[in-house]
């Protein structure tokens, strides 16, 4: 698949959803905005897709990101956002919302490991519960230290003239 082609319809990833799991598949569900990607995403996305057969990502709208992080967000736009998810080896598909938070869309995906970065706790991820319920696990992964779109947005706005800074530490 080239492009932004891994990116379905809600309901078009209801349906691969539901044939994977009838084919005995493991089906892992994450959500984020993924604005500017970076080291982190790409291992946080590798260590999600190892979980199980397959790595279906819900990726906030635009108008989601700018009430989520603020009028000045996203930087890069959802369908440029989901075309570098796409190009990802380890992402098999990946449908937009548009809430705050993907609580109605795992409520009917109803995954088999509903899957966030360690920053959250079980307890505060949304569609925990419905995926739980369900019989389904939900896990955390640990963050790359350091690594965020935010750091990134705030080094070029410093215009730091800095070396990167890979290690980690700020």
């Known amino acids: 698949m080239t492009g932004s082609s891994k ?6 990833a209801l349906q691969m959803v539901r044939a994977w799991q009838a084919s005995g598949k493991k089906v892992v569900f994450s959500n984020g905005c993924f604005d500017i990607l970076h080291a982190g995403h790409v291992e946080y996305l590798q260590a999600a897709r190892k979980l199980g057969d397959v790595l279906l990502i819900g990726l ?14 996203p930087i890069c736009c959802e369908t440029d956002r989901a075309t ?4 990802l080896q380890v992402v098999d598909a990946l449908t937009l919302f548009d809430d705050d938070t993907p609580e109605e869309l795992i409520g009917t995906l ?4 509903l899957v966030k970065g360690a920053d959250w706790a079980v307890e505060q991820i949304a569609g925990a519960q419905a995926v739980l319920n369900h019989g389904g696990a939900v896990l955390t992964i640990p963050l790359l230290d350091g690594r965020s779109t935010s750091r990134i947005i705030e080094k070029i706005i410093h215009h730091t003239s800095q070396a990167p800074d890979c290690s980690g530490t700020p």
């Not at 906030?60 to 967000?73: E, I, P, T």
């Not at 109803?110 to 490991?113: A, H, K, S, T, Y």
Request: proline residues 4%; glycine residues 4%.
């Open 60 to 73: 906030n709208s635009d108008a989601s990101v700018r009430r989520l992080k603020g009028l000045n967000r």
């Open 84 to 87: 570098v998810l796409s190009a």
């Open 7 to 12: 990116l379905v319809s809600q309901n078009e």
């Open 110 to 113: 109803l995954p088999d490991i």
